[in-house]
């Protein structure tokens, strides 16, 4: 599947950095989302946003924050975060928030 | 809160066995209930996706049903090759929650030659 393209696919960043993950799709969704999955923990939804409003917020710490410029891009900003971030962040997007949901491949996050 | 549980946690068997994963949550007004795939280190992808009013959904050698009053479903997949090896995700979309996707913790499937 190439409707949903994740960048960077790997990133270490130190506590004190700032840096941002891309998500961008191709499908004509509606719908985008940000998931983390950690080892041992099911995946965990972070944020929804349909039609570029933030319809979620799953408890997220402020250290992450989405932006929706569009309906087509998606980002996630970082700052100041925990080793424990440390996780495969996904990004999907949906025609309609129940529809189902694409994937993109993941961006591999360690935070030293 | 929905809760997904999925068993057994790991399975492996030999190519061309017929199998089933299980999937059960806790609160059954779910609108849908989705099967995923995941390849290691990758995104998933989707498999079938069954609504709430629908028993079941075909795709190839893939079969999965619902009986959402239980708060069951289960993924069948006959004659298994090594190239389904990969981990089995279910997931429900909830009532009460936009958009949102509560996830089992998987199965992984081996089929070894």
């Known amino acids: 599947e190439t409707g949903v393209t994740q960048t960077p696919r790997h990133l270490v960043m130190g506590m004190t950095n700032k840096k941002s993950l891309k998500c961008e799709q191709h499908l004509g969704h509606n719908a985008m989302y940000w998931y983390k999955q950690s080892a041992k923990k099911p995946l965990e939804l972070m944020f929804v946003y349909s039609l570029e409003e933030r319809v979620e917020n799953n408890s997220v710490p402020s250290r992450f924050s989405p932006e929706c410029p569009n309906s087509s891009h998606l980002f996630l900003h970082l700052h100041t975060l925990q080793p424990e971030d440390s996780a495969l962040y996904l990004c999907?997007?949906?025609?309609?928030?129940?529809?189902?949901?694409?994937f993109g491949p993941g961006t591999r996050l360690t935070v030293l | 809160k929905q809760e997904v549980t999925q068993i057994p946690a790991a399975l492996s068997v030999p190519e061309g066995e017929n199998l089933v994963l299980n999937c059960s949550f806790t609160?059954?007004?779910?609108?849908?209930l989705q099967w995923f795939r995941q390849d290691p280190g990758k995104g998933l992808t989707s498999l079938l996706l069954?609504?709430?009013?629908?028993r079941e959904q075909t795709s190839g050698r893939l079969n999965a049903s619902l009986d959402k009053s239980s708060g069951r479903s289960t993924l069948y997949i006959a004659a298994s090759q090594p190239g389904d090896s990969a981990t089995y995700l279910c997931a429900v979309a909830g009532g009460t929650s936009y958009g949102k996707l509560t996830f089992g913790q998987g199965t992984i499937l081996t089929v070894h030659p």
């Open positions: 069954i609504q709430s009013s629908q």
């Open positions: 999907a997007s949906s025609p309609g928030a129940l529809d189902r949901q694409y």
């Open positions: 609160d059954s007004a779910i609108y849908n």
